[in-house]
């Protein structure tokens, strides 16, 4: 079982920053890949980035490739989302995710196994 607990979510003018991160605990932190994921009023929950368990590989979605950056810190057992250049379009809860395949970068829901509570992202304009 891995626990994960979200935190950095917030109001924010469009143009500004955010960073997220995924506090993670219970198993091995560096045998997970994982994942940020939002979901938006009314929408589907949708693919934002992942990071595979080494974190040499990332991947992004189109919308948010070039202004968010996804990392981790296995050491303490976090994971992190920077987000630059937000547009309201951003506005969202985000989650995060683990996942238990060691080969590459997730980027489908199914696909992981635990989920954090989400933290709220609102960006105005």
């Known amino acids: 079982q891995v626990q994960l607990v979200e935190s950095g979510g917030g109001l924010v003018q469009a143009g500004g920053s955010l960073r997220l991160s995924c506090a993670a605990s219970?198993?091995?932190?560096?045998?997970?890949?994982m994942g940020w994921f939002r979901q938006a009023p009314g929408k589907e929950r949708e693919f934002v980035a992942g990071?595979?368990?080494?974190?040499?590989?990332?991947h992004y979605a189109d919308l948010v490739k070039g202004r968010f950056t996804i990392s981790r810190d296995s050491a303490k057992n976090t994971m992190y989302l920077q987000m630059n250049s937000m547009k309201p379009e951003d506005t969202a809860v985000y989650h995060c995710?683990?996942?238990?395949?060691?080969?590459?970068?997730?980027?489908?829901?199914?696909?992981?196994?635990?989920w954090g509570q989400g933290t709220q992202v609102i960006v105005s304009s």
């Open positions: 995710a683990a996942s238990h395949g060691i080969v590459g970068v997730a980027t489908i829901p199914y696909e992981y196994e635990y």
């Open positions: 990071i595979s368990w080494s974190g040499g590989n990332t």
């Open positions: 219970g198993r091995t932190f560096s045998n997970y890949r």
